[in-house]
């Protein structure tokens, strides 16, 4: 990739490609604190909704210096182009598939039937034989027997893991930064302990030399607090005593004003994310809060509930 082509896609992140994406991802792999690099290949696993972009963000957010930055930049337009895009594309396909019931209103209509038709209906009542209508009726049972067996398709997509969307980019609004920020506390990275073995070997080894040099150490301390008692007590007598001033500002319960209800703060995304760290207890909890929260969608947190119980068992029987 040259100069020309990243400035290109700097400038227009929602026109990267899978190559580009790989492209970029070798830049990084060589300029780690790249953070313009970081965002377009950021951008570039969400277009692709592919299973790395989770961790990407986690690593994106270790290595960003401003975390609002990068919040402000993944709830944008410009990150979700391709999302909304989609979504237009996808109504545009149902609009062509609403049928349309339509009359005729012109005026030339004609009102009255012609007695010779009206006559010939009359003639023909009685004389149709119902038996002629059994093998649309037959197709129709057939249709309705193939609809009551369930697709291989549809199983699969009954499947806990594609209900909650298990590995899916997950999507965060601008309301959400308590989720996000949330989302990064629990996905901390743990700092390595290292064996201290090399720290205490030099330790044993420098004993010896550090009884010789203690007394040196110690003399010379006692001379340098003798001299800041001094410079203490000769401040405290030169300069008056500093009398506070009385504050006329109404203290008001500072805690209350901070409390907020955990309701206020729960989201879809945090109960995804809880789900995506195994912690269903907590995810659980979570959808029922939305399910009290939002009231007119009981019936899909509902079944959210259900889908997590099933992964909870089956971490249970592994």
């Known amino acids: 990739m040259n100069q020309n082509d990243f400035t290109y896609i700097l400038q227009n992140p929602q026109s990267i490609t899978f190559e580009q994406t790989e492209a970029v991802k070798s830049i990084l792999e060589e300029f780690p604190y790249f953070q313009p690099a970081r965002a377009v290949y950021l951008k570039g696993l969400k277009d692709q909704s592919s299973f790395k972009y989770n961790q990407e963000l986690k690593t994106t957010a270790a290595y960003t210096t401003n975390r609002s930055i990068l919040f402000e930049f993944i709830t944008s337009e410009v990150f979700q182009q391709n999302e909304i895009s989609e979504s237009i594309k996808h109504n545009i396909g149902n609009v062509w598939n609403i049928e349309v019931e339509y009359e005729d209103i012109s005026v030339n209509r004609r009102v009255e039937f012609d007695d010779n038709l009206q006559q010939q209906v009359k003639d023909t009542t009685g004389v149709l034989d119902p038996a002629l209508f059994e093998p649309v009726k037959n197709q129709e049972h057939q249709s309705n027997t193939k609809k009551e067996i369930p697709s291989e ?22 309301n959400e930064t308590h989720s996000f920020n949330e989302w990064l506390q629990l996905t901390r990275f743990k700092p390595i302990q290292r064996k201290q073995e090399s720290t205490n070997i030099k330790t044993e080894q420098e004993k010896p030399l550090a009884t010789e040099s203690v007394s040196e150490i110690n003399t010379s301390d006692d001379l340098e ?13 030169k300069n008056p005593k500093i009398n506070p001033t009385k504050s006329s500002a109404n203290k008001g319960n500072l805690a209350k004003a901070q409390m907020i209800q955990p309701e206020a703060l729960m989201t879809e995304t945090l ?5 995506e760290q195994k912690n269903y207890k907590k995810a659980i909890q979570s959808y029922k809060i939305l399910s009290l929260k939002y009231p007119e969608k009981n019936s899909f947190f509902a079944n959210q509930i259900k889908a997590v119980q099933q992964l909870q068992e089956q971490n249970k029987l592994e």
């Open 153 to 174: 398709s549809t199983a699969e997509n009954n499947t806990p893991e594609k209900i909650l969307n298990l590995g899916k980019p997950l999507q965060f609004n601008k």
């Open 225 to 237: 607090r003798e001299k800041k008692f001094e410079l203490i007590d000769k401040f405290i007598q």
């Open 271 to 275: 109960a995804r994310i809880y789900v």
